[in-house]
């Protein structure tokens, strides 16, 4: 009997570990199955209801901690301390969130443990968001973009709401579960909540994908180099001519089939600022004869300074430029980051430009919403492994704030999609010596409750946190 119950303390906990492990593992990361996610923590939270505290804590944190060595792959650059610093971080605030849970359900507060277990992920996300340089990189919310009516829900809160009701989820399966044989009704009570507001949800996400976005649409070009030789900055002077000029001569095709706008990859060439005026005399004139818009990115020296640049070049107009706000540590530490919007005015439209990191970040998206824009542009550079998960997550800054993008990055895709988060048109990359899209795309502002309340549904979850955890210490006593 001992032998018996020494292996079920060691099977049953290896089993749970090993179950979230999984879940996470193809749930979450760089190219995740949405639905995976849902059941996630399920077996760690049915466990830490069942055993101490300290089994319940050592379980979720070697779970979590397991189910992320799927990014080890891309973060391998990183020294394995500092990976082991930023993953055990999320897999103790996992096991955080799990005792608050185990501690409050234990204690017959039912619907506050139900609804402190999401709190406290979403509380960690978004200190996250507003202390790290990599802003939302990270959020479960972006493992569900593919599940399109559930991802209409960043249009009221942000992705803040959407990681809530992914948590929110399992913990009311494991209540219910838990109540099955002592308070059956209670528990179907708290299933039937948490299941019926994500059924809400989905019907309202449902609705916004069957109504058209409004306003007229754009016919929209993006084009980018699929050969090697073109990945690298290419050095000012002759290499960056080169490279411009034979950009150029492939955009002038994209005029040829109607595109009114245009947009290249992030630093395609070094251009100091002496030597502007050659490199404007490529697309400057271009713009001016086909009547299209081309935005181009590169690397811009103004010594002391450089910054990644996009400049904009539109028919009979001076070149405008923005430079990128939110730059890649360590690889951009060199850099200047800019501070402004830049706007182009069309007829009923307001097109916006960002550079991929920006696309991270809500308040700078934010801020192009509340300006009207329906329309941003977005020269980018991924690494080829995270061509989905990093070239996606703009996708859901067009959900939240109401606007198209058309995003052109190096080593990831040529990426065009709706207010909706629906991809129009999608292609790699790597997939031709210049490979390119032409396509239509709505053009016009869409209001969001998001753009109107901002991160109002963050507030309220840590505004939860805190009483989940006044309740613990009210229950103690």
């Given at each position: 009997m001992a032998?018996?119950?020494?292996?079920t303390?060691?099977?049953?906990p290896?089993?749970v570990v090993?179950?979230?492990?999984?879940?996470v593992?193809?749930?979450?990361g760089l190219?995740?199955?949405?639905?995976?996610?849902?059941?996630a923590?399920l077996?760690?939270l049915?466990?830490?209801l069942?055993r101490?505290?300290?089994?319940a804590?050592?379980?979720?944190?070697?779970?979590?901690?397991l189910?992320?060595?799927?990014l080890?792959?891309?973060?391998?650059?990183?020294p394995?301390a500092?990976?082991?610093?930023?993953?055990f971080t999320?897999?103790?605030?996992?096991?955080?969130a799990?005792?608050?849970?185990?501690a409050?359900v234990?204690?017959?507060?039912?619907?506050?443990?139900?609804?402190?277990?999401?709190?406290t992920?979403v509380?960690?996300?978004?200190?996250r968001?507003?202390?790290?340089?990599?802003?939302t990189?990270?959020?479960l919310?972006?493992?569900?973009?593919t599940?399109?009516p559930?991802?209409?829900?960043?249009?009221?809160?942000?992705?803040?709401?959407m990681?809530?009701l992914?948590l929110?989820?399992?913990?009311g399966?494991?209540?219910?579960?838990?109540?099955?044989?002592?308070?059956?009704?209670?528990g179907?009570?708290i299933?039937?909540?948490?299941v019926?507001?994500?059924?809400v949800?989905?019907?309202?996400?449902?609705?916004?994908?069957?109504?058209?976005?409004?306003?007229?649409?754009?016919?929209?070009?993006v084009?980018?180099s699929?050969e090697?030789?073109?990945d690298?900055v290419?050095?000012?002077?002759?290499?960056?001519?080169?490279l411009?000029r034979?950009?150029?001569?492939?955009?002038?095709?994209?005029?040829t089939?109607?595109?009114?706008?245009?947009?290249l990859?992030?630093k395609?060439?070094?251009v100091?600022?002496?030597?502007s005026?050659?490199?404007?005399?490529?697309?400057?004139?271009?713009?001016?004869?086909?009547?299209?818009?081309?935005?181009?990115?590169?690397v811009?020296v103004?010594?002391?300074?450089?910054y990644?640049?996009?400049?904009?070049?539109?028919?009979?107009?001076?070149?405008?430029?923005y430079?990128?706000?939110?730059?890649?540590?360590?690889?951009?530490?060199?850099?200047?980051?800019?501070?402004?919007?830049?706007?182009l005015?069309?007829?009923n439209?307001?097109w916006?430009v960002?550079?991929?990191?920006?696309?991270?970040?809500?308040?700078?998206?934010r801020?192009?919403?509340?300006?009207?824009?329906?329309?941003?542009?977005?020269?980018?550079w991924?690494?080829?492994?995270?061509?989905s998960w990093?070239?996606?997550?703009a996708?859901?800054?067009?959900?939240?704030?109401g606007?198209?993008?058309v995003r052109?990055?190096?080593?990831?895709?040529?990426?065009?999609?709706?207010?909706r988060g629906?991809?129009?048109?999608?292609t790699r990359s790597?997939?031709a010596?210049?490979?390119?899209?032409?396509?239509?795309?709505?053009?016009a502002?869409?209001?969001?409750?998001?753009?109107?309340?901002g991160?109002?549904?963050?507030?309220l979850?840590?505004?939860?946190?805190?009483?989940?955890?006044?309740?613990?210490?009210?229950?103690?006593?």
């Amino acid at each position: 009997m001992a032998f018996v119950n020494k292996m079920t303390g060691i099977l049953v906990p290896s089993s749970v570990v090993l179950s979230t492990a999984l879940l996470v593992w193809f749930g979450n990361g760089l190219d995740p199955w949405w639905p995976l996610l849902w059941f996630a923590p399920l077996p760690v939270l049915l466990f830490a209801l069942r055993r101490p505290w300290w089994a319940a804590a050592l379980v979720a944190e070697a779970a979590w901690l397991l189910g992320s060595l799927n990014l080890w792959g891309y973060f391998r650059v990183l020294p394995f301390a500092v990976w082991l610093s930023i993953f055990f971080t999320a897999a103790l605030a996992f096991a955080t969130a799990v005792l608050l849970f185990r501690a409050l359900v234990l204690r017959g507060a039912l619907w506050t443990g139900l609804l402190a277990f999401p709190a406290t992920w979403v509380s960690l996300e978004y200190v996250r968001n507003l202390t790290a340089a990599h802003g939302t990189a990270g959020s479960l919310a972006y493992s569900q973009l593919t599940f399109l009516p559930f991802l209409q829900l960043a249009s009221i809160t942000g992705p803040w709401g959407m990681t809530f009701l992914l948590l929110l989820f399992p913990a009311g399966i494991t209540i219910g579960l838990h109540l099955r044989i002592t308070s059956p009704k209670q528990g179907l009570r708290i299933v039937a909540a948490a299941v019926g507001t994500i059924a809400v949800v989905l019907v309202f996400g449902s609705v916004r994908l069957a109504m058209p976005p409004p306003g007229q649409q754009v016919k929209v070009g993006v084009i980018t180099s699929g050969e090697p030789t073109n990945d690298d900055v290419a050095g000012n002077g002759a290499d960056t001519e080169r490279l411009f000029r034979s950009y150029a001569g492939e955009a002038e095709k994209l005029s040829t089939r109607g595109a009114q706008v245009i947009v290249l990859p992030e630093k395609l060439g070094v251009v100091l600022d002496s030597d502007s005026k050659n490199s404007d005399s490529i697309f400057q004139p271009l713009a001016d004869r086909t009547g299209s818009t081309f935005v181009v990115g590169q690397v811009y020296v103004v010594p002391p300074h450089k910054y990644n640049q996009a400049r904009i070049y539109q028919p009979m107009t001076a070149a405008l430029f923005y430079n990128k706000q939110h730059l890649l540590p360590p690889m951009e530490s060199n850099l200047t980051p800019g501070t402004g919007l830049v706007t182009l005015s069309r007829t009923n439209q307001k097109w916006g430009v960002a550079i991929c990191k920006d696309m991270d970040f809500t308040p700078l998206s934010r801020q192009y919403g509340k300006a009207g824009v329906g329309l941003m542009l977005v020269p980018g550079w991924d690494f080829n492994l995270d061509r989905s998960w990093h070239g996606h997550m703009a996708v859901m800054r067009g959900v939240e704030d109401g606007f198209s993008i058309v995003r052109a990055a190096k080593n990831g895709y040529l990426t065009v999609s709706d207010s909706r988060g629906r991809i129009v048109a999608e292609t790699r990359s790597d997939s031709a010596p210049f490979p390119a899209l032409v396509v239509n795309i709505p053009a016009a502002h869409s209001a969001t409750i998001y753009l109107l309340l901002g991160d109002w549904f963050a507030w309220l979850a840590m505004g939860t946190l805190v009483f989940s955890i006044t309740q613990v210490f009210r229950l103690r006593q």
